[in-house]
């Protein structure tokens, strides 16, 4: 797996990664239990914690592509950043 972020800590071991493959089966019936929709999960679109010592999966979240939808941030009136 790809690490995202290590923070190894004394308070919190958890480490960020890319979903994979086999992270969809406890995502899915995670959701379908909270009776959300579990059909569809695509594994590389979530980022999932876990903890660096037992490797348990502590939390994930959703990472949504938003394709041409998306706004384009140079029709804003602001600065970068």
Same mark, same amino acid.
């Given at each position: 797996s790809s690490n995202? $972020? @290590? /923070? +190894?800590? $004394? @308070? /919190? +071991?958890i480490i960020f990664r890319v979903g994979e493959k086999s992270d969809e089966w406890i995502i899915g019936t995670t959701l379908a239990k909270e009776l959300m929709n579990p059909l569809?999960?695509?594994?590389?679109?979530?980022?999932?914690?876990?903890?660096?010592n037992t490797n348990k999966i502590v939390g994930w979240a959703q990472i949504r592509p938003l394709g041409d939808s998306a706004p384009d941030p140079s029709t804003y009136d602001s600065r970068p950043g």
């Amino acid at each position: 797996s790809s690490n995202v $972020n @290590n /923070n +190894n800590n $004394n @308070n /919190n +071991n958890i480490i960020f990664r890319v979903g994979e493959k086999s992270d969809e089966w406890i995502i899915g019936t995670t959701l379908a239990k909270e009776l959300m929709n579990p059909l569809g999960i695509v594994s590389n679109r979530f980022i999932v914690a876990e903890d660096y010592n037992t490797n348990k999966i502590v939390g994930w979240a959703q990472i949504r592509p938003l394709g041409d939808s998306a706004p384009d941030p140079s029709t804003y009136d602001s600065r970068p950043g």
